[in-house]
Structures are given as structure tokens and as C-alpha cells.
């Protein structure tokens, strides 16, 4: 499962981790409004024919965390307003003029890559109001999408899947990946693991001041684990197809019987310029090859198993076609 994807035919779409409050300390509303707010941001969400994907929420006294897929980052001022405009359409029809609405005047936010960063971050914004001391356990927390998670409310425009759909077929499903997810933890671990044996990052607490040292620290992680993901998630799919081992795939590139496998990474990594993850020079470099052996193999093998390489000929053919209408 990659971090963007395309929604409906729309353009690709990035997901995002949003803190906003009001700040100076002051509260974004009183406690008898949290239910409006979370309705204004699931009705936000779900307007605009789902170009606005909800994934998770989470409202406490002084802020709002929210993970939203966004076509590209200027939306994020778009839904804050939106959710903004929606809470104060409540505020109106319940004639509550003396309770003005919140206004976001403080905002963060950073773009999430990778599904175990998605994960983490899903973590921390659920975790937020026990560590908080809002509440002995995130469970007791009515005003977040932790309990649709876990499969006990339902919130409408919620995209659960998104996030939980890429752990959810190892053992145990999505529940135990889940309670997995969110399990304590001691505070000298530094990770989690799920089920599927994915390690996901422990993130700084919630904290008062919006989380600025987990946006921080979310900033500052590598590129470099986001394309060691892509590479891996291509190499499972290809051992997938053709039955090989990815360890020794990984270990012996150049043995005669993964010739195939090797082709056909290729491929999946390079299959039309906006889906490019890799270019041959960096996945020549993870194989220790030649990029010249790459594409000489590529090119062999094609014509022995054509079907194979059909992702690779569409890509082209989309190509191909783009440039013939401009």
C-alpha cells in the first residue's frame, strides 16, 4: 500500500498529520461541543465527492489532530476552514451566539510517507488524550476515531481502510494488528512490533503545546526508509509471482535462477514516469549490478513471458497516449 494513491480518477493524493488549535493555551471549544466539532469535521470530509479523505481524528481541549489524504498541501488550509465554517453553522442553528466558534490561529502540519509512518502517527493521535491524563485509557475518549478503529463506533466519511488495510491480513487480522498498535508500552522500547512483523515507531508523547516534538521528529526522518520500503514491497510482489525467496533474491542477484525476478523489479519500479520510485542507478546500487545488465535482461525477457510485463506496457501505452493529446 503506497502513501498516495488515486482517488476516483482524481490526481494523487498525499496524506497528512494536522495539529491546530486556537493556542496561547486557549480552549478550541467547551466541553459540551466536542460532539458538534467532530461532526463538522466528518461532515467536511465528506463533501466534494470524497476528494477529502478523513483517516483519523482526534479532539481534546486545546487541539484538533487529524490525518486527512489531501491532494497536495494548500488543501489543508481548505479543510480546517471547512470544518471551521461547519462547526459555526451548528453554533448558528443551535442559536448559541454568545459561545463564539474556535478559529484555528495556530496550525502544523507534515506530509506522512510510508505505511509504518502512518501507523505511528495513527498511534500517537489515538494514545493523545490518555497521555494527556484526559483519561485513564484512549478508550474512555468519545472524541476521537480511536473506537471505529476498533471496530466499536461507527464515523461516518471515515477512510479506515486506508491505513488499516495493508496490516490488515496478517495474523489475527486488523483487530490484533490494532491492539498490537496500541498496546503500553514499557519506556525503554522505542518501537512496536504488529503481528506481520512490521516495526512501527514509538513517537514522542502528546504534549500540551501541539505535539511540536513529534511534528519535529516526523519531519526528520529519512527519505532513504521510504525508497528501502518501496524496493521491498516490489520485491515481495515480484517473489510473489514467480515463487522465488526474497532474502536470497536480495543476496544473490546475480544467480542465473532470479533472472527473472530481476527483470520484472525493473519494471515495477520504473512502469511510467508518475509512478517511478526508483531510478535504474539506485536499484542497480540495491542489487549490486550493472544497469546495463538490468535493462539487457528486461529487454530478453519480455518476449518470454510478455503477460508478465503487462503493467510495465501499460504504463507506456498511458504514456504514449499523453504525449499524442499534447
Same mark, same amino acid.
Given at each position: 500500500?503506497?502513501?498516495?494513491?488515486?482517488?476516483?480518477?482524481?490526481a494523487?493524493?498525499?496524506?497528512?498529520?494536522?495539529v491546530?488549535g486556537?493556542?496561547?493555551?486557549?480552549?478550541?471549544?467547551?466541553?459540551?461541543?466536542?460532539s458538534?466539532l467532530?461532526?463538522?469535521?466528518?461532515?467536511?470530509a465528506?463533501?466534494?465527492?470524497?476528494?477529502?479523505r478523513?483517516?483519523?481524528?482526534?479532539?481534546?481541549?486545546?487541539?484538533?489532530?487529524? $490525518?486527512?489524504?489531501?491532494? @497536495?498541501?494548500? *488543501?489543508?488550509?481548505?479543510? +480546517?476552514?471547512?470544518?471551521?465554517?461547519?462547526? #459555526?453553522? &451548528?453554533?448558528?442553528?443551535q442559536?448559541?451566539?454568545d459561545?463564539?466558534?474556535?478559529?484555528?490561529?495556530?496550525?502544523?502540519?507534515?506530509?506522512?510517507?510510508?505505511?509504518?509512518?502512518?501507523?505511528?502517527?495513527?498511534?500517537h493521535c489515538?494514545?493523545?488524550p490518555?497521555?494527556?491524563?484526559?483519561?485513564?485509557?484512549?478508550?474512555?475518549?468519545?472524541?476521537?476515531?480511536?473506537?471505529?478503529y476498533?471496530?466499536?463506533?461507527?464515523?461516518?466519511?471515515?477512510?479506515?481502510?486506508?491505513i488499516?488495510?495493508?496490516?490488515?491480513?496478517?495474523?489475527?487480522?486488523?483487530?490484533?494488528a490494532?491492539?498490537c498498535?496500541?498496546?503500553?508500552?514499557?519506556?525503554t522500547?522505542?518501537a512496536?512490533?504488529?503481528?506481520?512483523?512490521?516495526?512501527?515507531? $514509538?513517537?514522542?508523547?502528546? @504534549?500540551?503545546? *501541539?505535539?511540536?516534538?513529534? +511534528?519535529?521528529?516526523?519531519?526528520?526522518l529519512? #527519505?532513504g &526508509?521510504?525508497?528501502?520500503?518501496?524496493?521491498?514491497?516490489?520485491?515481495?510482489?515480484?517473489?510473489?509471482?514467480t515463487?522465488?525467496?526474497?532474502?536470497?533474491?536480495?543476496?544473490?542477484?546475480?544467480?542465473?535462477?532470479?533472472?527473472?525476478?530481476?527483470?520484472?523489479?525493473?519494471?515495477?519500479?520504473?512502469?511510467?514516469?508518475?509512478?517511478?520510485?526508483?531510478?535504474?542507478?539506485?536499484?542497480?546500487?540495491?542489487?549490486?549490478?550493472?544497469?546495463?545488465?538490468l535493462?539487457?535482461?528486461?529487454k530478453?525477457?519480455?518476449?518470454?513471458?510478455?503477460?508478465?510485463f503487462?503493467?510495465?506496457?501499460?504504463?507506456?501505452?498511458n504514456?504514449?497516449?499523453?504525449r499524442?493529446?499534447?
Amino acid at each position: 500500500m503506497r502513501s498516495s494513491e488515486t482517488l476516483h480518477g482524481r490526481a494523487t493524493q498525499h496524506i497528512y498529520y494536522i495539529v491546530a488549535g486556537a493556542g496561547d493555551g486557549h480552549r478550541i471549544c467547551s466541553d459540551d461541543r466536542y460532539s458538534d466539532l467532530c461532526d463538522a469535521i466528518s461532515t467536511a470530509a465528506s463533501k466534494d465527492g470524497g476528494s477529502k479523505r478523513l483517516l483519523a481524528y482526534c479532539v481534546d481541549h486545546l487541539w484538533l489532530r487529524v $490525518i486527512f489524504g489531501l491532494d @497536495h498541501a494548500r *488543501g489543508v488550509g481548505g479543510i +480546517l476552514r471547512a470544518i471551521s465554517d461547519e462547526y #459555526a453553522l &451548528r453554533a448558528a442553528l443551535q442559536q448559541d451566539v454568545d459561545r463564539a466558534p474556535f478559529l484555528f490561529a495556530a496550525i502544523q502540519y507534515v506530509r506522512l510517507r510510508g505505511i509504518a509512518t502512518q501507523l505511528a502517527v495513527l498511534r500517537h493521535c489515538h494514545l493523545a488524550p490518555a497521555q494527556l491524563g484526559y483519561v485513564s485509557r484512549s478508550a474512555g475518549w468519545r472524541w476521537s476515531s480511536h473506537r471505529a478503529y476498533a471496530g466499536v463506533d461507527h464515523v461516518t466519511g471515515l477512510h479506515r481502510g486506508t491505513i488499516a488495510s495493508p496490516v490488515a491480513h496478517g495474523p489475527g487480522g486488523w483487530p490484533l494488528a490494532y491492539r498490537c498498535l496500541t498496546a503500553e508500552t514499557h519506556s525503554t522500547q522505542d518501537a512496536v512490533l504488529l503481528p506481520n512483523m512490521l516495526e512501527i515507531r $514509538i513517537l514522542p508523547h502528546a @504534549h500540551s503545546d *501541539g505535539d511540536r516534538s513529534c +511534528l519535529d521528529v516526523l519531519r526528520q526522518l529519512p #527519505a532513504g &526508509r521510504d525508497l528501502e520500503r518501496m524496493l521491498w514491497e516490489a520485491v515481495d510482489d515480484v517473489c510473489a509471482t514467480t515463487g522465488c525467496d526474497p532474502e536470497p533474491f536480495m543476496a544473490r542477484p546475480w544467480d542465473r535462477q532470479f533472472r527473472l525476478e530481476r527483470a520484472l523489479l525493473l519494471d515495477r519500479m520504473m512502469a511510467g514516469r508518475r509512478l517511478r520510485r526508483l531510478t535504474v542507478d539506485q536499484l542497480a546500487a540495491r542489487l549490486k549490478c550493472d544497469r546495463s545488465a538490468l535493462y539487457h535482461t528486461r529487454k530478453e525477457l519480455r518476449f518470454q513471458f510478455p503477460d508478465l510485463f503487462e503493467n510495465s506496457d501499460e504504463g507506456k501505452r498511458n504514456s504514449a497516449k499523453g504525449r499524442t493529446n499534447n
